[in-house]
């Protein structure tokens, strides 16, 4: 039976309170619908995750990707580099290289900084995963989406349920969310021709793995696991 978290977390507002760490893991199909539906043709490249929690987006990146770099402000004890992608100081995270694409699920209150950081560091692309609420209001249209708007907004046509803390692959929510990418024309130029797509419906079913439950629900992956190659670069 399908739960309903009626969280006001998960329920039209991720808002959580300064210095949270405003952890909700996202659930391993919503990451393969980005890979299979919208961003196909990346396969192969050098991607940065930096806000990788227990890697439940990074080791799926991982299944398409010939290099996955994760990072997260927390340890979670998967063997990922530690540092903050926003701020200023020696804690703030570096990946060795350039990473052709960034991919993430941002901290809520973070994520027009994590938007504008990615934005300047990302060799090909920037792909978050956020509320679709995201879209609305002045400041971050005035910090972001008006001299950098995105060239691809993919609406999830089914919802996809995050609960604070941990992956629970049984749970259902009242929010909506979508992936925002913006790709690079141009070395030096992002394409702002901004399209709507969907993400089609069924994607849950279709795309959640029988051993994703064992891997993510129930406990932290193991720090042993061969899941992220460090790019030699």
Same mark, same amino acid.
């Given at each position: ?17 300064? %210095?949270?760490?405003?952890? /909700?893991?996202?659930? =391993? ?38 290099? +996955? ?5 927390? @340890? ?15 804690? +703030? ?35 978050? *995963? ?6 609305? %209001?002045? $400041?971050?249209?005035?910090?972001? /989406? ?23 692959? @049984? ?19 992002? $394409? ?8 089609? =419906?069924?994607?849950?079913?279709? *795309?959640?793995? =029988? ?14 696991? $061969?899941? /992220?190659?460090? =790019?030699?670069?």
């Amino acid at each position: 039976m399908t739960r309903q978290n009626t969280s006001s977390a998960v329920m039209a507002q991720r808002c959580e309170p300064i %210095g949270s760490l405003d952890y /909700f893991p996202t659930p =391993p199909w919503a990451t393969r619908a980005l890979m299979e539906h919208v961003i196909a043709d990346v396969r192969g490249k050098y991607v940065w995750e930096p806000a990788c929690g227990e890697g439940h987006m990074a080791g799926v990146l991982a299944e398409y990707l010939s290099q +996955v770099y994760a990072s997260d402000v927390h @340890d979670y004890g998967i063997g990922a580099a530690i540092g903050s992608f926003v701020g200023v100081g020696p804690d +703030v995270a570096e990946a060795p290289g350039r990473p052709d694409w960034i991919i993430t699920n941002p901290p809520f209150n973070l994520a027009v900084a994590f938007a504008e950081r990615a934005l300047h560091l990302a060799g090909e692309g920037v792909a978050l *995963l956020v509320r679709t609420a995201w879209l609305e %209001g002045g $400041d971050r249209w005035h910090r972001l /989406f008006r001299d950098c708007p995105p060239t691809i907004v993919a609406q999830f046509a089914e919802r996809v349920p995050m609960t604070k803390g941990r992956w629970d692959p @049984d749970a259902s929510t009242a929010t909506s969310y979508c992936w925002v990418v913006w790709r690079r024309a141009a070395e030096c130029k992002w $394409d702002s021709n901004s399209r709507l797509v969907w993400i089609p =419906p069924g994607c849950r079913e279709r *795309l959640t793995k =029988p051993s994703d439950r064992a891997r993510w629900a129930v406990k932290s992956i193991d720090a042993n696991q $061969d899941m /992220f190659e460090v =790019p030699n670069v």
